[in-house]
DNA sequence: CCTTGAACCTGTAGTAACTACAGACACTAT
DNA sequence: ATAGTGTCTGTAGTTACTACAGGTTCAAGG
């Protein structure tokens, strides 16, 4: 995610292409409370400034390490207020990362089952099916 | 997930205790076209049947084993027609497998960032954090 | 200065797979 | 007959966006 930040404001749809998101992502994160309001052209359209396009790459960077939106509100929550520790947010991270292993585990668990079922899959023009046997019998 | 099915109808809340899904989740496969819908009383409510119960208990294996609803679809278009071949369903399991494989793959890449990060976090109460710090950072 | 076309504005609806009501009716037991 | 539970329907909420429609603003060219 390399994300150039540029001095001079720039558009929503700039930013977009710049963070490579999608254009109505970037509204969406400022609905939800993510994003802060930018500041307005005369005529009503957004301009982000250098901090507006870091909150954004920092989103986006949270959200690439599987963050969702709710743990992004907190981490949010405890950034903002400049009076973070370390530990705070090792905490929080720490929780992420046991989901992550958690889904991991099923998963594997669920790959192990399932091609376990597979094994047993002739896969020729026969009307019948293994896979399908052990899924309709009692 | 044992599952007795029982010679005599059921309603959907029996059904769906000796399921383990929801009561409205039952409605909900029947709205989406996964189940069939079923006989009824007099006055309206489902009675679900031997064949009821064993698709529904179908739906949930498939659904344990990591089928969305499309796959789901899938299978039945080709199960229903009672000519499928034990290729067709090879086929699309095989595709289903190949896809929890990429989550496993995708979650480990994120699992192996993510810890990487966390390792050089002291977790002090100091007011700061090489965690914040990468994701702020240019 | 005027026009044109792209970019932007807003609000709203759609996606997946359910879950959670509200308000009405059916069923079962006493 | 009545009380209390179970079911009925349609609809709205959830997550994290994405996709419009109908209107306005901006930047560039003449």
Redesign the pocket.
Known sequence: MAFEITDAPI????L?KKAN?????V??YENIGLLLPPS???????LYKIDDQRRLRFILRC?ELGF???ELRSLFSIVDTNTYTCGEIKSLSTDHLKSVRDKIKDLKRLEKTLSGILKNCTGGEIPECPIIDSLWAD
Chains 1, 2 share one sequence.
């Open positions: 558009t929503r749809g700039v977009a998101c999608h254009i109505e992502t509204r969406y307005r052209t005369e005529g009503g359209h957004r959200r969702n939106i709710d």
